[in-house]
């Protein structure tokens, strides 16, 4: 059975970090690019960022980018969101996605495969 579980949510002021956890299960890691999607109410969905395991090429929406970092570990088929220098329009419910082989594209118009439960995100100014 393929599983995602993200973890790693809470509540953090303004200006701090937090970091997500989504863990894989039930194929092959390393043939799939992740990414982590992110839903606020009232705004539209944002894909934020994404790795492809294969080679580590990432991509990070010029809203997040210098502020927060995906990596992999490959050993533990997890990979990491860490988020820093939060803002309040940061919060929102990040979703782990997954997709066989190259899925950037799929990644930016929300077409993964595989999606774990949200984890809620929560930055207060």
């Known amino acids: 059975e393929v599983q995602l579980q993200a973890s790693g949510g809470g509540l953090v002021q303004a200006g701090g970090s937090l970091r997500l956890s989504c863990t894989a299960s039930?194929?092959?890691?390393?043939?799939?690019?992740f990414g982590w999607i992110r839903q606020a109410p009232g705004k539209e969905r944002e894909a934020v960022s994404y790795i492809r395991i294969v080679d580590d090429s990432v991509y990070h929406a010029d809203s997040v980018k210098g502020r927060f970092a995906i990596t992999s570990d490959n050993a533990k088929n997890t990979v990491y969101l860490q988020m820093n220098d939060l803002k309040a329009e940061d919060t929102a419910v990040y979703y782990c996605t997954g997709r066989f082989g190259s899925a950037l594209h799929y990644f930016l118009g929300f077409d993964m495969d595989y999606w774990g439960k949200g984890t809620q995100v929560t930055v207060s100014s």
């Open positions: 039930g194929f092959v890691f390393r043939d799939y690019g």
